[in-house]
């Protein structure tokens, strides 16, 4: 059984940064993907970026494209999204998600696991 835990995050003015982990664990990940979607209020789950765990290939959504960076260590089974310039906007509920295959998923349902979810609030 997988298991996803993320962890990191928190209130933070706009401008400021802020980094998720997702700690991985239950399988050898060499051949997942992982993603990170997140969720405001009132507004369906978006996706954020996906990284393809063997080679480390990565794509982000057009609005966290140059901001964000997606990223894992091998040998902590961990995915991160480092957070830069954040504003106002990036308030919402972020998950991370994997699945086995070869691709970079952009669409939730092709996700087979998920966290918890950690809270991002930004302040203006």
């Known amino acids: 059984q997988v298991q996803l835990i993320e962890s990191g995050g928190g209130l933070v003015q706009a401008g400021g940064s802020l980094r998720l982990s997702c700690a991985a664990s239950?399988?050898?990940?060499?051949?997942?993907?992982a993603g990170w979607f997140r969720q405001a209020p009132g507004k369906e789950r978006e996706f954020v970026a996906t990284?393809?765990?063997?080679?480390?290939?990565?794509y982000y959504a057009d609005s966290v494209k140059g901001r964000f960076t997606i990223s894992r260590d091998n040998a902590k089974n961990t995915v991160y999204l480092q957070m830069n310039s954040l504003n106002p906007e990036d308030t919402a509920v972020y998950y991370c998600?994997?699945?086995?295959?070869?691709?970079?998923?952009?669409?939730?349902?092709?996700?087979?696991?998920w966290g918890q979810g950690t809270q991002v609030t930004v302040s203006s």
């Open positions: 239950g399988r050898t990940f060499s051949n997942y993907t």
């Open positions: 998600a994997a699945r086995q295959g070869t691709y970079l998923y952009t669409v939730g349902n092709n996700y087979h696991y």
């Open positions: 990284i393809k765990w063997s080679g480390g290939s990565t």
